[in-house]
Structure formats: structure tokens, C-alpha cells
């Protein structure tokens, strides 16, 4: 039912109490709120969900997944939730601690998701401000030496701040290392994440297949931590990470053997990095370098004649031209 606009709660309202039910594809569905599949599922013949995918449903909040984690946990392995551009770290939170069994997880384009999320932690709340105290009658420039005044005193008293409900929280959770048999990760475009989070948690031995793409704050620390401790990668995907260079890929390289496809548009790399790629990833079959203006054609023309199993070379504004070579 995934593109179909038209669908509401109410058209899925008897669907998802289907016991027989084992994937739901929601996506694109802009109308649904999440709060009739919940429903659904908690009734007594509510369906045992292997596989879920809302991706850009952007009605789904973190209330919703609190609810759907907590009722799923001991069947769901697949959670699509890309583009559900309003859930936060307490969404990440109820996913680590009760989907701990999932392979493939879709958080790309949420980005109100931080650090502290991946991390398990709770965020640190910022200082308010402190008022401001008055000390006395101030010297007025206006009147030169002609005396002071007192400021009157505001007659209203100060409108307090509106109170929002405030959803569940879970202080001091699991991390995203509690999902230990994670092997497809999308990570992209959350933009808040940090090296801090990246090196911490991205840490999962059975892991092919990773897109931290449009993360402008991680550095060259995120890849060689994410090669160290991520050995079975056949695909990574790094494009627009402006901080990337040949220094990280340098390091990482030697530590992904099983690379099949690697995206590294518009990072800033150089003919260093290629030749890395020759040296170390040979079983590398597509390749994104698009935009990276340092790298040569000279370069790209080595790479084509040294991976034999090279299909695909994304090499548009390389060097000033705009070609995609495909063998």
C-alpha cells in the first residue's frame, strides 16, 4: 500500500489485526498517524510484524514507535523510518531498548536525532537563563548630571512559558550497540551526529551495509573507527562528507577487504585515495567520486584497469569533466 496518499487510519484499521500479518509497507502513506496500527496490534489477534516501513509518514511521532517498539519487540526485524522528519532521540531509544533483534534499520532524513540518542544518554539540558538583578537607579546619559531615575516597574505580572506534554522518557537507556545483529544501517542526512556518537557506537561485527551520506561533523575519527570495528562492510556510503579525506581513507581502507560499493561524493580526497583503493579494496564493484575536484582522470583511468570486478565509476566533476564511465 506504500505511495497511496489516499490511505488514513481508518483504511488500516482492520488490517493490521490480521493475525496472518507479517510485513506492513506503509510508506509515503502522508495521511497516517501510526495511532490505528497500534491499536490494531494490541488487540488479541493482532499481527506478529516481521517487517514495517513508514518511510516518509511524517505524521508517525515518537509516542507512536514508543508504542510499536514496546508491541513488535519479539518479532520485528526490519523498522523503516526514514523521512519521519518529527521523531527524536526518544524514538531511538524505545527502538534499542526493545527491538534489540533487528537486521536492517532506516533512520535517514530524521534529523532532529543527536548523539546522545545513539549514545543512550540523556541529553544535558541547557542553562536558563539567570534574571537579570537590579542594582539601583541607572545614570542616564540623556540628562548628563542631572540626576538619576528609577525604571517603573511592569503593573503585568510575566506570562509564563507554555507547557507541552511531555512524551515517555528513558534516561540513561541502551545504546545502539544493543542492537548486535544489525546488518544494514541508514544514517543519512542526520545531520546533528557527530564523531562523538559515530566512533561510539558503530560497532557491529555482522554490518554490510552503512550510509552515513550528508553528515557535515563527521571526520576522518568516523571512518577509520567505523572500518575498525565493522569488518564485514560490503557497502559504505560517505557522500557530502566535506570533512572525509585521504588521511581517513588511508587508514580504513586496509581494513575493508570486503568492500563491494563505496560512495565518496564530493569529499575531499585526492589521487591518494584511489590509489589506496587499488591497493586494498579489490573486490570494489561500483564507485561514487563525483564532485571530487582534487582526483584526476589519470587516477580514474589507473583505478578502471587495476579492479577487475570494477563495474561502475561516478566520476562527474572530476577534474573539471562530467563523465560516468560504466564497463
Request: glycine letters at 8%; charged letters at 20%; aromatic letters at 4%.
Amino acid at each position: 500500500m506504500c505511495q497511496d496518499w489516499k490511505i488514513t487510519d481508518k483504511g488500516v484499521d482492520e488490517l493490521v489485526s490480521l493475525a496472518s500479518l507479517r510485513s506492513l509497507e506503509l510508506s509515503e502513506c502522508t495521511h497516517l498517524t501510526g495511532a490505528t496500527v497500534v491499536k490494531g496490534l494490541s488487540g488479541p489477534t493482532g499481527a506478529q510484524l516481521e517487517r514495517l516501513a513508514f518511510r516518509s509518514c511524517t505524521g508517525i511521532r515518537d509516542l507512536e514507535v514508543f508504542s510499536l517498539a514496546q508491541l513488535c519487540g519479539g518479532t520485528l526485524r526490519e523498522l523503516d523510518l526514514t523521512s519521519c522528519i518529527y521523531l527524536t532521540d526518544l524514538s531511538v531509544s524505545a527502538i534499542v531498548t526493545y527491538l534489540q533483534g533487528l537486521v536492517l534499520l532506516r533512520l535517514g532524513w530524521c534529523k532532529e536525532i543527536t548523539d546522545w540518542g545513539l549514545l543512550g544518554l540523556e541529553a544535558p539540558t541547557r542553562r536558563e537563563r539567570e534574571p537579570e538583578v537590579e542594582t539601583g537607579p541607572s545614570f542616564t546619559r540623556t540628562f548628563g548630571n542631572m540626576g538619576f531615575f528609577q525604571p517603573p516597574k511592569n503593573p503585568f505580572p510575566a506570562r509564563p512559558p507554555p507547557v507541552e506534554p511531555v512524551p515517555p522518557t528513558m534516561q540513561g537507556g541502551a545504546s545502539l550497540l544493543a542492537l548486535g545483529g544489525l546488518q544494514e544501517l541508514d544514517l543519512s542526512a542526520c545531520c546533528l551526529l557527530t564523531d562523538m556518537s559515530i566512533t561510539q557506537v558503530l560497532r557491529h561485527r555482522e554490518l554490510r551495509r552503512l550510509s552515513l551520506a550528508l553528515l557535515p561533523e563527521i571526520s576522518d575519527a568516523s571512518l577509520a573507527s567505523v572500518a575498525s570495528h565493522c569488518p564485514s562492510l560490503t557497502s559504505l556510503s560517505l557522500n557530502h562528507c566535506g570533512r572525509i579525506t585521504d588521511a581517513g581513507v588511508t587508514q580504513a581502507t586496509p581494513l575493508l577487504a570486503r568492500l563491494q560499493h563505496l560512495s565518496l561524493s564530493h569529499c575531499d580526497i585526492t589521487d591518494r585515495s584511489l590509489a589506496c583503493l587499488v591497493q586494498h579494496c579489490r573486490r570494489l564493484r561500483t564507485l561514487d567520486v563525483s564532485g571530487c575536484k582534487r582526483i584526476s582522470l589519470t587516477a580514474v583511468d589507473h583505478l578502471l584497469s587495476h579492479l577487475p570486478f570494477l563495474e561502475n565509476v561516478n566520476c562527474r566533476y572530476v577534474g573539471g569533466a562530467d563523465i560516468t564511465l560504466t564497463l
